[in-house]
């Protein structure tokens, strides 16, 4: 499949003079900047990463929640071991902790199937669509706004998904002013091939998360299958490993500080056009809120797992999740206080809306501009609301399956191109799919508790935002909590897999009549739950609509100042490059841009986080680096430091050499650059790679698996 080249507005074009170490591009804007990437050590030609049906860039894929790429002709898949993660544990068993040991399969016939829910997606097509989308929108507002828009985002993706195998969606740019068509193979048998232990793939844990320097090998190895014909199937053993356009080559060498990287994946989101108010929102109470509720929800997990241990296994890769959100937040939270953040952008946007004020576009601008400000100021009414009653369906099991079964059956009711997004038919294979998963992932004990962490918070809450389905369900003290929720979890048929999917299966009437408690409860939240909804798209709706006005005057004061241009991040593939770089964290502290195992050593004690397994240690003290090891020192290289533009998304995402070669994984980034999402700062910013000699060491002297080697074509030493 051919993608079409993508014609660039003229808002997105480029500011030329941009900082090579700011910018997630999107691919097709690079010929306007291979000055830059030549001036960087680029040895390729930029118009050939320009087209994603070309290598480098179609062996990138999205995998799990992350980035990954191909790496063999039959299908191999590296990515991060966090990454993975869900897919480990969901193999994991008190008799086999695959967390714990790890995981080597023998053979292909050993690899074993992810969570049903795990989908593996390959772009093959990505087009502007923006006259399409907005055609019917223009001359609306609020929520009709909104509605024309998703409309025709279901009607193209509709078209586009006639294809077997094919997902598309509808991906929006600077925030309402385009719009694109990405359409992606989705490969649903996913196995899990080599994993190393816990204490490699997670060296450190939250000791070290989003600190440098790192000792983490951060890794590992699935494969993509596809059925006997080619196509994308569900698991079965009578399928076939996939064969992808081009796959990455490692690279033989290693990597030195002032060498030329390149990095691909799909970065989630960030918010580096956003407005002044919502940066202090931001700041003031969005990141602070969320760091105190689910640090509840952490503490939760953990006081459970230690009495349980099989509970603790079950809830290991939501566990890491939570962690990892806490942290990330706790960092960006000081990151942009330490920046200033809010003044700076106050500061920026007044002298942007200054700058305006003497354009003759002002008169038009302008008063979308304070409707996008009001709007914003609006959202704050009930946002500790939505932020908590949006966790009750995120973070539970059971829970979110009844809140899921009982819409499905509302939206079954009605033509498929009614059905709000996320409940059409071309969702229920996943929304079984997760069902299904459920029992590997759930303790009744410990969802109760994570509901009544929630709701105890929900309690505490003003009564202009409580909500009287809410207050039916669960009542308006601990008491009544507690008695509504032994009820409902002691009588449910939620706990079993059959009667689960027993739900599914019926239709809408046979939903709609069951005494279930889950389902009643359900059913009760029901009305609540649409009225958020129907405020959300009202809200959403004028924004699509009214914020392009202020994303047209930034990115024009931008290109004025000579500064970068590209979208905020949206989980569409993108390119950043940059070089292998050091850092200098404060006064007086400065790190190399390289770890070796040395610090693997230096940092072990025996216990978790610090618990290096015996077989590393002991090849360490053995010392067999030959064909490994940096030639200048002849030390074993760990993990990396770059300036490589990076966020949540890109985990997993190949780290390239000049010349296209796998030279590492991005997993990573350090603490005094968390707040890169919101705020980008090239004196800080830097992303934290596995070298990629490590990996090869690891799967030849420590782990050892001959074959992978050979098939990733670096054979053992």
Not at 216 to 241: E, W
Not at 252 to 266: I, N
Request: aromatic share 8%; glycine share 8%.
């Amino acid at each position: 499949m051919r993608i079409r080249t993508m014609m660039l507005s003229a808002a997105m074009a480029l500011a030329l003079e941009a900082r090579a170490d700011e910018g997630m591009w999107l691919p097709s804007q690079l010929p306007d900047i291979e000055k830059n990437l030549k001036a960087a050590g680029f040895r390729g030609k930029a118009g050939d990463l320009a087209d994603l049906t070309r290598a480098p860039l179609n062996a990138v894929v999205r995998v799990g929640g992350g980035t990954g790429s191909f790496v063999s002709a039959d299908g191999l898949v590296v990515t991060n071991h966090h990454v993975a993660f869900g897919v480990i544990q969901y193999n994991s068993r008190p008799d086999r902790d695959l967390i714990t040991d790890g995981y080597v399969a023998a053979d292909r016939a050993a690899e074993l199937p992810a969570n049903p829910d795990y989908r593996l997606r390959v772009t093959v097509g990505f087009d502007k669509v923006t006259e399409r989308i907005l055609a019917g929108a223009r001359g609306k507002t609020g929520k009709a706004y909104y509605d024309a828009v998703e409309a025709a985002s279901k009607a193209l993706v509709a078209e586009c998904e006639k294809e077997p195998g094919i997902r598309c969606s509808v991906a929006n740019m600077f925030y309402g002013r385009d719009f694109f068509l990405v359409k992606q193979l989705e490969l649903r048998d996913v196995r899990l091939v080599y994993a190393p232990p816990r204490a490699i793939g997670n060296y450190g844990d939250e000791v070290d998360n989003f600190v440098w320097p790192r000792h983490a090998g951060d890794f590992t190895i699935l494969r993509a299958y596809v059925g006997p014909d080619g196509k994308p199937a569900d698991y079965s053993p009578q399928n076939t490993p996939y064969r992808p356009p081009s796959h990455l080559k490692l690279a033989s060498e290693g990597v030195a500080e002032g060498d030329f990287v390149m990095l691909a994946g799909y970065p989630g989101i960030t918010y580096r056009h956003r407005t002044a108010a919502e940066f202090a929102d931001q700041i003031q109470w969005r990141l602070p809120t969320s760091v105190a509720v689910l640090t509840d929800l952490q503490n939760v997990i953990e006081t459970q797992g230690k009495a349980d241990k099989d509970a603790g296994i079950r809830y290991a890769s939501q566990l890491q999740s939570l962690k990892n959100g806490i942290k990330r937040f706790s960092g960006e939270l000081q990151g942009l206080q330490r920046s200033d953040a809010v003044a700076v952008r106050r500061e920026d946007e007044v002298a942007m809306l200054a700058w305006l004020a003497t354009r003759p576009e002002a008169k038009t601008l302008t008063p979308d501009i304070d409707a996008v400000k009001a709007l914003i100021a609006q959202g704050r009414d009930t946002r500790d609301r939505d932020l908590l009653l949006g966790l009750l369906a995120s973070q539970t099991q059971l829970m979110r399956g009844a809140l899921a079964l009982d819409r499905l059956a509302v939206e079954r009711a009605k033509p498929d191109a009614e059905r709000e997004s996320g409940y059409q038919q071309r969702d229920e294979e996943l929304i079984r799919s997760q069902l299904k998963q459920v029992q590997r992932r759930y303790d009744p004990k410990v969802e109760k508790a994570l509901v009544t962490s929630l709701l105890l918070r929900y309690q505490k809450l003003p009564k202009a935002q409580h909500l009287p389905e809410v207050d039916a369900v669960f009542g308006l003290t601990p008491a009544e909590l507690a008695k509504s929720l032994d009820r409902i979890y002691a009588v449910t048929a939620f706990g079993d897999e059959a009667a689960r999917l027993r739900f599914f299966d019926a239709t809408p009437a046979e939903v709609g009549k069951s005494d279930d408690a889950l389902l009643v409860a359900a059913r009760t939240l029901r009305p609540a739950l649409l009225r958020m909804e129907e405020e959300r798209k009202v809200r959403e709706g004028d924004l699509l609509r009214l914020r392009p006005a202020y994303i047209q005057a930034l990115i024009a004061y931008r290109e004025k100042q000579g500064r970068a241009v590209y979208p905020d991040a949206n989980s569409t593939l993108r390119v950043s490059y940059g070089k292998v770089t050091p850092l200098v964290a404060r006064d007086a502290v400065a790190y190399a841009p390289v770890t070796t195992v040395k610090g693997i050593v230096e940092k072990n004690t025996g216990t978790i986080p610090f618990d290096a397994p015996k077989p590393l240690l002991d090849a360490i003290r053995k010392g067999d680096f030959a064909g490994y090891a940096d030639p200048s020192t002849g030390e074993m290289p760990v993990d990396f430091l770059s300036n490589l533009d990076t966020t949540g998304g890109n985990s997993g995402s190949p780290v390239l050499n000049a010349k296209g070669e796998l030279v590492g994984l991005n997993f990573d980034s350090n603490w005094e650059a968390v707040s890169a999402s919101w705020m980008y700062d090239p004196r800080y910013k830097r992303a934290i790679h596995v070298d990629m000699r490590y990996m090869r060491w690891l799967m030849d002297k420590v782990y050892p698996s001959p074959s992978l080697l050979t098939e990733l074509g670096v054979a053992p030493r």
